[in-house]
């Protein structure tokens, strides 16, 4: 079955430390996305890429990092100077914008990985 | 930057049928998307409109939008307990290169 893994699904953290959550898709898809969610906010983009090799900040990409040296992996990076990194993070992939028949671009979603600083 | 406003929590019985609104700032949105997240997952695509429509169906889902107030809402007809999620609205504008805007979210309820 295609679809995109997230893990680790929960991952506690000590304050100072990196950690990295991975994404992998099967798709075939070309872009994906890091998107983080905070209770009572809605989704909030931290990275994106639409090709190997290239990627852009999203609204809040201070305190992040990501790679996307294959196709089907885009990990982000949590770093120490991210200051609040308690949250809920998703990444999701999609066609590349603009080669669907219908123009909508339509994000698929991982199960999430919830990250706690202790 | 562009907004996505929700109401954060509706109740509903079962049997009845659900109305979740959403409203937007960007006139120029595209594309407009209803998502479904159930506790602890990822987000499922439910349905999505394109902004010259102003309805779609799709079984027990209907969308409606209105553009002149830039409004768009999700009927589910006859809910049920499994419809019990977070319900997110999500516009993409023209010149977005494909990033979704994504509202904060409504908490549907299902009770007995």
């Known amino acids: 079955d295609g679809g995109i893994t997230q893990s680790p699904k929960y991952l506690f953290r000590k304050e100072g430390q990196n950690v990295t959550l991975s994404c992998e898709q099967n798709?075939?898809?070309?872009?994906m996305y890091w998107y983080r969610q905070d209770p009572g906010q809605g989704l909030r983009l931290i990275y994106y890429?639409?090709?190997?090799?290239?990627?852009q900040k999203g609204d809040i990409a201070e305190g992040y990092s990501v790679s996307r040296e294959k196709k089907e992996s885009f990990p982000l990076t949590v770093t120490s100077a991210q200051k609040n990194p308690t949250a809920f993070y998703l990444c999701a992939s999609s066609i590349l914008f603009g080669a669907t028949s219908s123009g909508a671009n339509v994000l698929t979603f991982g199960a999430g990985s919830r990250l706690t600083v202790l | 930057g562009e907004d996505v406003e929700q109401s954060l929590f509706l109740s509903v019985r079962e049997g009845d049928s659900s109305v979740i609104n959403c409203t937007y700032t960007d006139s120029s949105s595209t594309y407009l998307y209803w998502y479904k997240q159930e506790p602890g997952a990822g987000l499922q695509l439910l349905t999505y409109?394109?902004?010259?429509?102003d309805m779609k169906q799709d079984q027990r889902l209907t969308v409606l939008l209105n553009k002149k107030d830039k409004h768009l809402s999700l009927r589910i007809a006859d809910t049920q307990t499994g419809d019990s999620a977070i319900y997110f609205c999500a516009e993409m504008g023209p010149d977005s290169w494909g990033k979704l805007q994504f509202g904060a979210g409504t908490q549907v309820v299902v009770t007995p």
């Open positions: 890429s639409q090709i190997v090799n290239d990627f």
């Open positions: 409109i394109f902004s010259n429509m």
């Open positions: 798709l075939n898809h070309d872009a």
